[in-house]
């Protein structure tokens, strides 16, 4: 018997019972839905943190400087106290330790984040105005975005130059299309003449930090001299003294990664007791996010367990019912020639098309909940091909499960007595 | 040899104390091309012979041969492939499928014996054309009178050409012209060899038929 002749007289049949049909299929349709609406909303937040956390670079680790709890609390309180120096954060001193003390340690590149404003063709902007070593383009991985310019060098320190590197996005907003190389930008009423532009994925961990496209970047030696490492900071009327908003470090063996990651904060444990510096270990990240998405995996299972379990039952009812009301039109197929596999096979065919076109209505009403979620709540989505495969195969198998005792049911009636209804 | 032979073909139904003799044993004969017609009141047991010649039913005892095969004993399966091939069924109530148009109707039966689709289409319509329906091949059987019906049920078992054609009281819904009607095609059909083999309450048709079996209580008792 010709497949695609059954598969059209099928489809008939659950035409001719349209209502009840997409009333049966609707269980599937909202199940499959709400897991590939809740897979693309799940998968665009993975490949996100992911993202992110591949920026930071997997064979780094990165201490971040976070002013202190205690220091914030007596703000708040505007009590008097003596000093207004809020100093925190890894120092020179925790820099040279680490650079001479650890063997695994290949790089170690602070950053600075002056606070202060950048001028450009006498307007302030409000990029992000950092100061570092020249071994910073190495760790974060970032290029040359314009070949014709340079990265800052050690000799840009030594010699005191007054030159920046700009973050791509930062060159265009200050430049637009007109050629940044050659151009000054102006802080604290110096002028610094651009030298280079970066391109980079990543983005500096680190207070009021943020991607070093959107950078102005100085010599970290330059800097220093120019600006002292006492800033002032007028909205909080106080003075920061922070050595290094963050600090790169980059290994040299990723296996000992952990061993070095443990060590490390085992010494800052001992040296910054009050909390002022944070260890931030993309590789452990990495792995938190696995285990999260482990338990994302399990819910998302689950859910879709519950919701095709409430599907296949809704189909095997009506199913039950479709025999229950057919039983002649069985005795008539079986007294006309049909034998058990061909009504078997028939009313198979329609719980498995039943369910097999709700899962592709749910895959499209799942692909609307991910698109809404994007519109609304901005956050990205993505539906991976291999989820929709999924999700039609275990609603195709739903059908299969479920029709399988309706169908052997109407199968197993005898001729006589399904014709005598 | 016969077309149909039956040696001591019996039925029951239920067990010890409540069991039914529905068929006693018995011995038929039907010879091709034919037309039989086979009367007795209500319980008298020609619907469970009627069932039992249409491999609806498999008898309790006896020997069923169609075709010289034995038929009674096969599998499901098997029974169901030649009663696809071998017996056409024509009911009192037509049967047809109310959301199939009259052409897909007469396909049934090819469907399953597996012919091509273009081919069962070009028979189906053949055989509604030749029964004086070549003209509504895509109505719906219940855009169609009773007699109309009762002729698609006819092409419809005549649809995989099978040497005999089961009748169950085919008169039975239909008006005495409309039914003499019914009548006159079965006797064309057996003018061209076909055996027909038709239940009837209607002792007028007795004359119409050339051999009438009748029975009673479950016993035949003229064959």
């Known amino acids: 018997m010709n497949l695609l002749h059954t598969c059209e007289v099928t489809l008939h049949s659950l035409r001719t019972r349209a209502i009840r049909s997409v009333l049966a ?55 008097a106290t003596a000093s207004a120096l809020d100093a925190y954060g890894f120092t020179e001193r925790d820099l040279i330790h680490l650079r001479t003390r650890f063997a695994n340690v290949r790089q170690v590149v602070p950053v600075r984040n002056l606070r202060k404003t950048v001028y450009a063709r006498g307007r302030p902007t409000d990029l992000i105005l950092a100061a570092t070593t020249p071994a910073f383009l190495d760790v974060t991985r970032s290029r040359l975005a314009d070949p014709r310019g340079r990265w800052l060098s050690a000799l840009d320190g030594e010699a005191m130059n007054l030159v920046c590197v700009l973050g791509r996005t930062a060159a265009d907003r200050l430049f637009g299309a007109a050629d940044p190389l050659g151009e000054a930008v102006s802080v604290g009423g110096m002028q610094f003449r651009v030298v280079g532009v970066v391109a980079s994925e990543a983005s500096v961990e680190m207070a009021g930090g943020g991607p070093i496209n959107n950078m102005v970047i100085l010599h970290l030696r330059t800097a220093a001299a120019l600006f002292g490492t006492i800033l002032t900071s007028p909205e909080t009327n106080r003075l920061v003294q922070v050595e290094a ?51 994302f995996t399990i819910v998302t299972g689950a859910i879709a367990a519950i919701s095709l379990l409430v599907g296949g039952i809704g189909i095997m009812n009506i199913m039950l019912a479709n025999i229950f009301e057919r ?66 195969a275990v609603a195709v198998l739903t059908g299969l499960l479920f029709g399988t005792y309706p169908a052997w049911k109407a199968a197993s009636l005898s001729p006589v007595e399904a014709l005598r209804r | 040899m016969s077309l149909i032979q039956l040696r001591g073909i019996s039925r029951t139904y239920g067990a010890g104390e409540h069991l039914v003799h529905a068929l006693h044993p018995s011995d038929l004969d039907f010879d091709a091309g034919r037309f039989t017609a086979i009367i007795g009141a209500s319980g008298s047991g020609k619907s469970t012979l009627m069932n039992i010649l249409g491999l609806l039913d498999p008898p309790t005892t006896g020997v069923y041969r169609l075709e ?18 071998k017996i056409g069924i024509v009911f009192q109530s037509f049967n047809l499928l109310p ?26 319509s053949e055989l509604l054309t030749r029964l004086g329906l070549g003209n509504r091949l895509h109505h719906r059987p219940t855009q169609l009178s009773g007699g109309q019906c009762q002729r698609v049920a006819i092409a419809r078992a005549l649809a995989n050409d099978p040497p005999v054609i089961l009748a169950d009281e085919p008169t039975g819904n239909l008006d005495e012209p409309t039914g003499r009607e019914v009548i006159r095609i079965f006797q064309e059909l057996a003018a061209a060899a076909r055996t027909i083999i038709m239940i009837t309450h209607n002792p007028d048709y007795e004359t119409a038929v050339q051999r009438v079996i009748e029975l009673h209580d479950g016993r035949v008792v003229r064959a």
């Not at chain 1, 270990?281 to 338990?295: D, F, H, I, S």
């Not at chain 1, 009313?347 to 519109?375: D, P, W």
């Not at chain 2, 010289?68 to 091939?85: C, E, F, K, P, Y």
């Open chain 1, 25 to 79: 299929s609707l269980g599937v349709v909202l199940g499959v839905g709400a897991v590939v609406g809740m897979l693309a909303v799940g998968e665009g937040a993975r490949r996100e943190s992911l993202g992110r956390i591949q920026s930071l670079g997997v064979d780094n680790l990165i201490i971040r400087a976070v002013r202190p709890l205690a220091t914030a609390r007596q703000d708040t309180a505007g009590a």
């Open chain 1, 245 to 295: 908003d963050a600090v790169y470090v980059a290994v040299r063996d990723t296996a000992a990664l952990p061993d070095t990651a443990a060590r490390l904060r085992a010494y800052l444990g001992v040296t910054h007791d009050q909390g002022d510096c944070q260890l931030l270990v993309p590789y452990e990240l990495l792995e938190q996010e696995k285990a999260t998405r482990r338990m």
């Open chain 1, 327 to 392: 039983t002649r039109e069985i005795g008539i197929l079986r007294a006309l020639g049909a034998r058990r596999s061909h009504i078997l096979g028939q009313f198979l065919l329609e719980s498995v098309m039943l369910t097999g076109l709700g899962g592709l209505a749910g895959i499209a009403l799942g692909a609307g909940i991910a698109a809404a979620v994007e519109r609304t709540a901005g956050m990205k989505t993505v539906i991976a091909p291999d989820s929709l495969l999924l999700a039609l």
């Open chain 2, 68 to 85: 010289g095969q034995d038929v009674a004993h096969l599998t499901d399966a098997a029974r169901s492939a030649i009663r696809g091939r």
């Open chain 2, 99 to 124: 959301h199939l148009d009259i052409r897909e109707n007469v396909c049934i039966p090819m469907r399953y014996a597996g012919v091509r689709k273009r081919d069962m289409r070009d028979r189906a």
